[in-house]
């Protein structure tokens, strides 16, 4: 294949189900493409290879960020493996793309952004639903809503994972549900209000099964330094498994806007009447690359370092919630963590 030398030749690593996506988004980008695969799982690298034009694969991450062509990595493996992989990432001298949560731990998160910071290198943690049209939709009504003062996310599915993805089971290995899943709406309801989350009151249910090792169902409330309340439902609880469903209300001083389930718009309600917002009809996976290539050309990044080590601390608190059965204080586990 031939390339236009700007650019960037991108190493995905882990190719299981989310990767696809990632891929897609490269291929259909200009300005990258898919410059090698590495997986664990010799099978699965040398399968997604063979689907992507015999790009090369390694099952050795080292081997395949000795190559040059490498440019900058996309990893998607299991949260467990995300601090090892972004700081051999970092002393490679590459950027990276990394599948949230940031890590399964504040120390861990911690450790991938100074790894990142002594290379002078981008990390960008995918917090894709920053991408998605509704949740743009509402950052950008925000400032029309006035200061937020209450929000509700009600992000709902059925389904739970089986086959290979067994880690996702294991909140040793996933981090728990509340971080795993619940990372992506704790890091949009505080995106979206820009505010500071002070604490994090969580309870969680096993919906599916008693047997299960996370809680497929999750009620999260973050409380912002600001006064501002956000009320998160994460499920994979809901039956039929097929369900999905999503519910946006915010509450601002000057007006309200809510998001139906099934669309990328809105609606705006405040003194002056009731006002539409049309949706744009982009992908998520693609502007969320898009933002990552701006970032490595110099521009302002969509979600820092630190947005991903906040969205742990903030993941970790709602676990701890659930089994204390009180309100966490976010600051407390940044600090207990190190500073
Ligand atoms: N942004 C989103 O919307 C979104 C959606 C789904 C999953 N995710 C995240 O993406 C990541 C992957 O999730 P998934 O559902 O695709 O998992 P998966 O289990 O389907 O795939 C993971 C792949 O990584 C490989 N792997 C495991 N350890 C590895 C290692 N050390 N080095 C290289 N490869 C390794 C596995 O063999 C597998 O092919 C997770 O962090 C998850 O939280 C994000």
Redo the contacts with the bound molecule.
Sequence with gaps: MEHHSASIGVLV???????EQHIAAIHADPRSHLAGI????AA?AAGAARANGGVPWWTD?AEALARPEIDACVV????F??TP?AVAVAESGRHLLI???LATDVAGARRSAAAFAAANRVLMP?H?HRCYDYARTVKEAVGELGRPEFVRLAILGGWIWPD??A??LDPARSGGHAL?NGV?LLDLVTWWTGDRPETVYARGRKQTAAELGIHDYLEMTVGFAGGATAVCEMSRGHRPSSFAARDVLVVGEEGILTLPADAEGGTIVDESGTGTLAPAGTNGFAVQLGAWIEAIGGAEPLMTPDDGVLAVAMGVAAERSIATGVPVRIDDVLTEAGA
Excluded: M, S
Aim: net charge neutral.
């Design positions: 690593v882990g190719v299981g189900f989310i990767a590495v997986d664990v799982d699965r991450l998607c493996t299991p949260n493996t995300h992989i599948e949230k949560p995918a894709t290979w993805r880690w996702v795993h992506h």
